[in-house]
């Protein structure tokens, strides 16, 4: 099995930084596209960026120029630096991977991390 475990989630103000990191770990055969989604209080989850194996990427309109999803391969990790952060960025942001394991491809969720912007 794989297990992702996300970091870095926390209180920030409006206009702050933060960066999120995902680790995957367990019996990884190749991870295909990774990702991160958010689910906003009261709301239903929506995707923020994702990022190929081979280093595409895909932003939400509202994160574009403010967010960038980055990988390491050799580590099995994924990062969302997030920058000039707004209240309505406010959500438990989700990790996502998608896991070749050499029979299907299978959908691995973290279990989130709580990012709060508020004065």
């Known amino acids: 099995q794989v297990q992702l475990v996300e970091s870095g989630g926390g209180l920030v103000e409006p206009g702050g930084s933060l960066r999120l990191s995902c680790a995957a770990s367990g019996s990884i055969f190749r991870l295909e596209t990774m990702g991160w989604y958010r689910q906003p209080p009261g709301k239903q989850r929506e995707l923020v960026a994702t990022i190929t194996s081979g280093g595409s990427t895909n932003y939400a309109d509202s994160v574009k120029g403010r967010f960038t999803i980055s990988r390491d391969s050799s580590k099995n990790t994924v990062s969302l630096q997030m920058n000039s952060l707004k209240p309505e960025d406010t959500a438990v942001y989700l990790c996502?991977?998608?896991?070749?394991?050499?029979?299907?491809?299978?959908?691995?969720w973290g279990r989130g991390t709580q990012v709060t912007v508020s004065s």
């Open positions: 996502l991977a998608k896991h070749n394991n050499q029979v299907v491809i299978e959908s691995i």
